[in-house]
C-alpha cells in the first residue's frame, strides 16, 4: 500500500475509530474528534477518496473502503505497539506514552516495529 501523509494517517484512523463506534461517520465527527476546521476535513476526506481509503459523499456519511480499514489498521497497530512499549516497559504515564506513541507511529519502520512488539512479548513473558 502506498504511503500516505501522516496528517492523512490521522484522518484515517479517525475515520475507521469514529465508524467502529458509531457505526456511521460524518465530517463534523471527524472535524470534531481532530479537532480541526472543516475546510481542512473536507480536503483530507478528498485527498482519502482519490488514493480510494474512503468513500466521501459531501453531504452525507463517509464510508471506509477495505483499503482504508487496511491502512488504519496500520496506523493503530503501530500506536498501540508504541504506546505499550512505553507504558509497560519503560514506564511511562498512559497520557505521555499515547502523546509521544501519536508522534511516532508515522515514521517507524516496519522492521522497528517487528523487534518492539517482540521485546513487548518476551518482556511479558518473564
Known sequence: MAQISSSLE?????????????NKVKA?????????????VTEAL????????IDYGHYGTISITEA???KAKEVIKKHETLSAFFEKVL???HELAEDTACKIEHVIGDEILDKL????????NK
Open 91 to 93: 514506564g511511562v504515564n
Open 46 to 53: 478528498q485527498k482519502l477518496e482519490q488514493l480510494g481509503l
Open 68 to 70: 482504508g480499514v487496511k
Open 28 to 40: 463534523i465527527d471527524v472535524s470534531r474528534r481532530l479537532n480541526v476546521s472543516r475546510a481542512s
Open 117 to 124: 512488539e517482540k521485546h513487548i512479548e518476551d518482556w511479558s
Open 10 to 22: 490521522d484522518y484515517i484512523e479517525a475515520v475507521y475509530s469514529i465508524y467502529l463506534k458509531e
